[in-house]
């Protein structure tokens, strides 16, 4: 039951025109599949794409349920002034780390950054968390470029690196500010 003024938003009416966008590609992919390369090509497809989703289910699903906790758990005014408009390169600093250390694909990472932003998190923030979690990805250096590029490249390509989310902070609150 919901809450008293609380609303629920009919599932029909979340559907936007991204969502709409993905399905009519992949009804007409599908279709070219099945029209140029037959039914067997077309199952043999979607069921990769079904294994796929059954693999990236169970992380979406706890990045997700994190999300949720964590707009529950953290108090708005605690959110924000950690995270907020106000927190300057404190802000920063957190969200730069934390983008760091997040493991896993896009799937991971985005619900996270919603999840932060709605519960009291500046735009700069996220930005620096997003750009964090791309460009210094310890999850990533550790497990594919130590291996293959070696550590003094590692080393070197993470250090020049590391402005780079408080750049992108501090740029995002530049373009934000209305002219004066």
Known sequence: MAAPGSH????????DGTTVFFVL????????????????????TLLRALGLLAWIAPVLLGALLVGAYVQ???????MERWLGGRSGLRGLTVATVA???????PFAAFPLVVALYRAGASVEVCIAYVTAWSVLGINRALIWELPFLGPDFVLLRLLVSLPLPFLAGGLSRLLRRPPT
């Open 8 to 15: 629920r938003v009919p599932p029909w009416r979340r559907i």
């Open 25 to 44: 590609l992949a009804l007409a992919t599908g279709g070219a599949t099945w029209w140029l390369h037959g039914p067997g090509a077309f199952a043999d």
């Open 72 to 78: 529950r758990l953290l108090p708005r005014a605690t």
């Open 99 to 105: 983008g760091a250390v997040t493991p896993g694909g």
